[in-house]
């Protein structure tokens, strides 16, 4: 999952996983504030798993999108092989 051969696919990834583990630091601690507030009311608990569901759906978006342009990149490669060339000098694309 995180050896990436396209560096936009590494970066989306590692940016999903932070979403993720941000999203369960800050659903703990507004948890146990919530649950400061309402004492044993039993509405406490709707505010961290209102951020753990949003920073898990959020984050598996970034990690999914990753996973498409990985998926492109390699589709690409195996279709687009890139000639090894002589010299230094830039090659036209339509070469």
Not at 27 to 46: D, E, H, K, P, Q
Request: proline share 3%; hydrophobic share 55%.
């Amino acid at each position: 999952m995180f050896n990436r051969k396209n560096i936009i696919a590494g970066i989306l990834t590692w940016i999903g996983v932070g979403v993720i583990v941000l999203g369960g630091i800050f659903g703990l601690m507004l948890g146990v504030t919530a649950m400061n507030i309402y004492g044993s009311v039993g509405l406490w608990w709707l505010t961290p798993l209102g951020y753990w569901v949003s920073g898990f759906i959020f984050g598996m978006l970034f990690i999914g999108l990753a996973e498409v342009i990985e998926q492109l990149h390699k589709l690409n490669a195996r279709n687009n092989p890139i000639k090894p060339t002589d010299s230094d000098d830039f090659v036209l694309l339509n070469d």
